[in-house]
């Protein structure tokens, strides 16, 4: 029995460096979840974090962006502005301008016509004088302006 007894003690110890395998692989089997469940973790953590740093400069540029837009708008707008304003001053200065031709031939339309009085009064008095020469020929014989050189 001694045969027996030493495969029995064999197989129990085979047994127990079985159990203690086992058992090792066991823990190390823990130990490699405990690390993959870390791992998963601190992986989600830094996703996460990348998430958030993504959405926060997504959050930027998109400020940013609707900034340049109000800018841009605000430009549109001033430019239209200046351009109306200047529209406007054009327009003024055109009814101005047409004021001053307006006035301006008014003004020359009365010369004219003074001018014309002018002349025709002038017409009247040559024709006067023309009418008595010999009124005129002792007017300016008299005139001592007119004497004849001696």
Known sequence: MTGVT???????SQTRDLRAAISALRAELEQLQERLANAQTDAATAVGADVAQLKSTIAALRGELERERALRDDAVREAQGARQAEAQQLKATIGTLREALDQAG??????RREAGAAAKDEI????????KPEQRVVALLQD????PIS
């Open 6 to 12: 030493r495969l029995g003690d064999a197989a129990q």
């Open 106 to 111: 008014h003004d020359a339309e009365e010369r």
């Open 124 to 131: 009247a008095q040559l024709r006067y004088e023309a009418a």
């Open 144 to 147: 001592p302006e007119h004497q």
